[in-house]
């Protein structure tokens, strides 16, 4: 079902077969384990077994000693290993954690966290290099959650940590990095005005992207100084700066070649394996692999924060939100950089607030560094304030879609942390709930309910970079910088098949190395159909442009005398000359050389993105166990560039945001160490624990874009989980508050309301 955009355009919004299916599905596509070079040596990498615990020597040479091995490097092989105490002092907290991540310099701060790594000729030498290496501990107390964390008595995991409140360093060594706030109006009047007030608390588990490829890096450092990784990354460029400052490289001889990625969902953005495979390079002269293990991905890489919320929200009797105060405390990991801010700006913003305020807390605990996962930070603050809405509207019999109608964002409204929506679709999604027949379909079995869930995401941009060559043939070479993770080269060569009037099997897009195309920010934060089909779009119309001007040489007329429409050239003063961009191709080498049309973009006015989901649930109250019966997604997505990849997008998202609902979490043992670093352990949906998934497109064109194109990545992971809660809560009238809902919660809750005698 598609509520469509009024502009309809030739290639844009079609579903052609995707550029690099093919490849991918004959299993010719290289990824990062598929680097294969004369010479190549394993590398390993030594893990802490301890969650928090200062490292008082490492001893290699047993290593070094072992028949095969080629080279260890540690922490102190690093930019910041060489410094002296007063360079440490003058160095930036961010750039030591960023390298105090790769390798442990004085501390490990998380099991898993790298220590040391080796280069051998094999795997299984590498390996047993790896238990020869004597490290030696002093164990210390570890904080592995939010409250824990929080505690006057708490561990302090960063020494030189001290936390900013409200903008200003406070003078306190604390585990919270950062204390910030959104506020509008006056919450305590607008509480002071609501008929109903509801007050919750809300903990939510530590989840992991669960991509399908592991991390890996392939580097090979040349005589002459240069160095080339190969990888799966999300971001080269950033793999490139980062790598460099790490090694005190310039960035002019670090070349960066993305591989396919199998997956990432912002997981990987971060880097941890390329400057550990460089060092080692460097030290052997030889091309070094390294890759990780599945354990190590749980272990050693970002997943998302575990958190712990507060959320206070009045409503009258009309509807009306008269008020709404949230408190976010967001796990950072190891170190600072939670994504609670994103959390606090994406909580309230489908809504329209006159009184409301938002504090957000960094929280460092002794797990991994977190990493981005798909609106990162929106999923679980979208719990705490969708599932009190569906409190407040059971409280007052009130229709709950009516009441996101009445309270629902329009444009011109503003914020809570202050921007003012330009062209919005939020209204527009409740109104294709409200006529989908999903809506108004009974729900009158025992022990089933239905839920509704609203959820936002800004959606990013950044620089990109595009370069267009026109073939002999009438097609084009596309060369880009963003990592494709989700069928964005077949948008990007959407939109400049759009602009050139060819179709899109005639565009051949390549994602480049960091020496082949300009410079382009990370795939992430739903940006790439947005900022490189941009590009794509300015350098297709410098590839108008320049062949505009050889066809006038060719006719001898004026520039100004040519139009360009659908494909064809044709002459302003003599209808009957024309000449199509393929004919026109086809003589470039012989009329004056050759055309690339290129464009270097940072463009703003990305267009946030809503969706609004309902989910019908099943719960068996002896078991615990919840299953989904029914899912509609429906979600703003600007123009839909290719439909079918938007709903995979959103059926994907779902997907993980069921899991993150109800069986997704890292569980911890006593000495804060994963008990479930395994896909067996871990338990993730399958395609047994879903329905298909119904996606309904509503495009609200962003008038930011050339085609009104919105980002869809990120959004669509937002309101599973709430959706989930209130369908929950509607089908055996128990209101749970902590992600996962597994079985045992759910248990949990029947037996305390069962006890109590009420809901609570």
Same mark, same amino acid.
């Given at each position: 079902?598609?509520?469509?955009?009024?502009?309809?355009?030739?290639?844009?919004?079609?579903?052609?077969?995707?550029?690099?299916?093919?490849?991918?599905?004959?299993?010719?596509?290289?990824?990062?384990?598929?680097?294969?070079?004369?010479?190549?040596?394993?590398?390993?990498?030594?893990?802490?077994?301890?969650?928090?615990?200062?490292?008082?020597?490492?001893?290699?040479?047993?290593?070094?000693?072992?028949?095969?091995?080629?080279?260890?490097?540690?922490?102190?092989?690093?930019?910041?290993?060489?410094?002296?105490?007063?360079?440490?002092?003058?160095? /930036?907290?961010?750039?030591?954690?960023?390298?105090?991540?790769?390798?442990?310099?004085?501390?490990?701060?998380?099991?898993?966290?790298?220590?040391?790594?080796?280069?051998?000729?094999?795997?299984?030498?590498?390996? *047993?290099?790896?238990?020869?290496?004597?490290?030696?501990?002093?164990?210390?107390?570890?904080?592995?959650?939010?409250?824990?964390?929080?505690?006057?008595?708490?561990?302090?995991?960063?020494?030189?940590?001290?936390?900013?409140?409200?903008?200003?360093?406070?003078?306190?060594?604390?585990?919270?990095?950062?204390?910030?706030?959104? @506020?509008?109006?006056?919450?305590?009047?607008?509480?002071?005005?609501?008929?109903?007030?509801?007050?919750?608390?809300?903990?939510?588990?530590?989840?992991?992207?669960?991509?399908?490829?592991?991390?890996?890096?392939?580097?090979?450092?040349?005589?002459?100084?240069?160095?080339?990784?190969?990888?799966? !990354?999300?971001?080269?460029?950033?793999? +490139?700066?980062?790598?460099?400052?790490?090694?005190?490289?310039? @960035?002019?001889?670090?070349?960066?070649?993305?591989?396919?990625?199998?997956?990432?969902?912002?997981?990987?953005?971060?880097?941890?394996?390329?400057?550990?495979?460089?060092?080692?390079?460097?030290?052997?002269?030889?091309?070094?692999?390294?890759?990780?293990?599945?354990?190590?991905?749980? @272990?050693?890489?970002?997943?998302?924060?575990?958190?712990?919320?507060?959320?206070?929200?009045?409503?009258?009797?009309?509807?009306?939100?008269?008020?709404?105060?949230?408190?976010?405390?967001?796990?950072?990991? $190891?170190?600072?950089?939670?994504?609670?801010?994103?959390? $606090?700006?994406?909580?309230?913003?489908?809504?329209?607030?006159? =009184?409301?305020?938002?504090?957000?807390?960094?929280?460092?605990?002794?797990?991994?560094?977190?990493?981005?996962?798909?609106?990162?930070?929106?999923?679980?603050?979208?719990?705490?304030?969708?599932?009190?809405?569906?409190?407040?509207?059971?409280?007052?019999?009130?229709?709950?879609?009516?009441?996101?109608?009445?309270?629902?964002?329009?444009?011109?409204?503003?914020?809570?942390?202050?921007?003012?929506?330009?062209?919005?679709?939020?209204? @527009?999604?409740?109104?294709?709930?409200?006529?989908?027949?999903?809506? /108004?379909?009974?729900?009158?079995?025992?022990? *089933?309910?239905?839920?509704?869930?609203?959820?936002?995401?800004?959606?990013?941009?950044?620089?990109?970079?595009?370069?267009?060559?026109?073939?002999?043939?009438?097609?084009?070479?596309?060369?880009?910088?963003?990592?494709?993770?989700?069928?964005?080269?077949?948008?990007?060569?959407?939109?400049?098949?759009?602009?050139?009037?060819?179709?899109?099997?005639?565009?051949?897009?390549?994602?480049?190395?960091?020496?082949?195309?300009?410079?382009?920010?990370?795939?992430?934060?739903?940006?790439?159909?947005?900022? !490189?089909?941009?590009?794509?779009?300015?350098? $297709?119309?410098?590839?108008?442009?320049?062949?505009?001007?050889?066809?006038?040489?060719?006719?001898?007329?004026?520039?100004?005398?040519?139009?360009?429409?659908?494909?064809?050239?044709?002459?302003?003063?003599?209808?009957?000359?024309?000449?199509?961009?393929? *004919?026109?191709?086809?003589?470039?080498?012989?009329?004056?050389?050759?055309?690339?049309?290129?464009?270097?973009?940072?463009?703003?006015?990305?267009?946030?993105?809503?969706? $609004?989901?309902?989910?019908?649930?099943?719960?068996?109250?002896?078991?615990?166990?919840?299953?989904?019966?029914?899912?509609?997604?429906?979600?703003?997505?600007?123009?839909?560039?290719?439909? /079918?990849?938007?709903?995979?997008?959103?059926?994907?998202?779902?997907?993980?945001?069921?899991?993150?609902?109800? =069986?997704?979490?890292?569980?911890?043992?006593?000495?804060?160490?994963?008990?479930?670093?395994?896909?067996?352990?871990?338990?993730?949906?399958?395609?047994?624990?879903?329905?298909?998934?119904?996606?309904?497109?509503?495009?609200?064109?962003?008038?930011?874009?050339?085609?009104?194109?919105?980002?869809?990545?990120?959004?669509?992971?937002?309101?599973?989980?709430?959706?989930?809660?209130?369908?929950?809560?509607?089908?055996?009238?128990?209101?749970?508050?902590?992600?996962?809902?597994?079985?045992?919660?759910?248990?949990?809750?029947?037996?305390?309301?069962?006890? =109590?005698? +009420?809901?609570?």
């Amino acid at each position: 079902m598609d509520t469509s955009a009024s502009q309809e355009f030739a290639v844009v919004g079609t579903r052609p077969i995707r550029h690099d299916g093919f490849d991918k599905v004959t299993g010719r596509a290289l990824y990062g384990a598929d680097i294969h070079l004369a010479g190549l040596l394993h590398g390993r990498v030594l893990r802490s077994p301890h969650a928090h615990a200062r490292i008082l020597s490492i001893n290699t040479a047993n290593a070094k000693a072992l028949p095969g091995v080629k080279a260890i490097v540690t922490a102190h092989d690093l930019a910041l290993g060489s410094m002296d105490d007063a360079g440490l002092q003058e160095t /930036s907290s961010g750039f030591r954690y960023l390298s105090d991540n790769v390798l442990a310099r004085d501390k490990v701060l998380y099991r898993g966290h790298a220590v040391a790594a080796v280069a051998a000729v094999s795997p299984h030498v590498a390996e *047993q290099a790896l238990s020869l290496i004597d490290v030696d501990y002093e164990v210390l107390p570890a904080a592995v959650n939010v409250l824990d964390a929080i505690k006057k008595d708490a561990p302090l995991l960063l020494d030189d940590l001290v936390t900013e409140e409200l903008g200003t360093p406070s003078g306190q060594r604390s585990n919270i990095a950062k204390h910030f706030r959104f @506020e509008k109006g006056d919450v305590k009047t607008g509480l002071g005005e609501a008929d109903l007030v509801v007050r919750r608390r809300f903990n939510t588990a530590t989840v992991h992207q669960g991509y399908i490829e592991t991390h890996n890096a392939t580097a090979l450092s040349s005589t002459d100084g240069t160095v080339t990784i190969w990888c799966s !990354t999300q971001g080269a460029f950033n793999v +490139r700066s980062t790598t460099a400052k790490l090694l005190d490289i310039p @960035e002019s001889r670090i070349r960066v070649v993305p591989m396919e990625i199998g997956g990432g969902f912002g997981g990987k953005i971060n880097v941890y394996l390329e400057p550990v495979a460089v060092l080692l390079s460097q030290k052997t002269g030889a091309p070094v692999k390294v890759l990780m293990t599945r354990g190590e991905v749980f @272990e050693g890489t970002g997943p998302t924060p575990g958190t712990f919320m507060e959320i206070q929200m009045g409503m009258d009797k009309t509807g009306r939100i008269t008020a709404a105060e949230l408190d976010l405390y967001y796990e950072a990991g $190891a170190f600072p950089g939670s994504p609670v801010s994103a959390g $606090a700006q994406c909580a309230l913003a489908p809504y329209n607030l006159e =009184n409301a305020r938002v504090d957000g807390y960094d929280v460092v605990v002794n797990k991994p560094k977190t990493a981005a996962y798909r609106a990162p930070g929106a999923t679980t603050s979208c719990l705490a304030v969708e599932t009190a809405i569906d409190e407040l509207c059971a409280g007052l019999d009130l229709d709950p879609l009516k009441v996101r109608f009445l309270n629902g964002a329009r444009e011109g409204d503003r914020r809570v942390d202050g921007p003012a929506y330009r062209k919005i679709g939020y209204i @527009e999604t409740l109104e294709a709930v409200r006529d989908h027949p999903h809506w /108004s379909a009974p729900v009158d079995k025992p022990n *089933q309910g239905r839920g509704l869930a609203t959820g936002f995401w800004f959606n990013g941009s950044g620089p990109s970079s595009c370069y267009i060559t026109v073939n002999s043939d009438g097609t084009v070479s596309l060369v880009e910088g963003s990592t494709d993770i989700g069928g964005s080269r077949a948008s990007v060569a959407m939109q400049a098949a759009e602009v050139l009037g060819i179709p899109a099997e005639s565009v051949k897009p390549i994602v480049a190395d960091t020496d082949s195309v300009g410079y382009t920010s990370v795939t992430g934060g739903s940006s790439v159909a947005f900022k !490189t089909g941009w590009a794509a779009y300015e350098a $297709a119309q410098d590839v108008i442009s320049q062949m505009r001007e050889r066809i006038a040489r060719i006719w001898e007329t004026e520039v100004n005398k040519i139009e360009f429409s659908q494909g064809v050239f044709k002459s302003v003063i003599d209808q009957t000359q024309s000449m199509t961009f393929k *004919q026109l191709a086809g003589m470039l080498l012989k009329t004056g050389g050759p055309i690339t049309g290129r464009a270097n973009v940072d463009p703003g006015g990305a267009g946030p993105a809503f969706a $609004a989901h309902i989910v019908d649930v099943q719960v068996d109250k002896e078991t615990g166990k919840v299953d989904i019966l029914r899912y509609t997604a429906v979600q703003d997505c600007g123009k839909a560039v290719h439909p /079918s990849y938007v709903e995979g997008q959103i059926q994907g998202g779902v997907a993980q945001g069921i899991g993150w609902a109800l =069986n997704e979490e890292y569980a911890f043992n006593e000495i804060g160490g994963m008990s479930n670093p395994t896909f067996l352990d871990y338990r993730m949906p399958t395609s047994l624990d879903l329905p298909m998934i119904d996606c309904v497109l509503v495009e609200v064109a962003n008038p930011g874009h050339p085609f009104g194109v919105r980002g869809v990545g990120e959004v669509p992971i937002v309101p599973p989980p709430a959706a989930v809660a209130n369908a929950i809560a509607n089908a055996i009238g128990v209101r749970l508050t902590e992600l996962p809902m597994s079985p045992g919660k759910v248990l949990e809750g029947i037996w305390s309301s069962t006890k =109590n005698g +009420r809901i609570d």
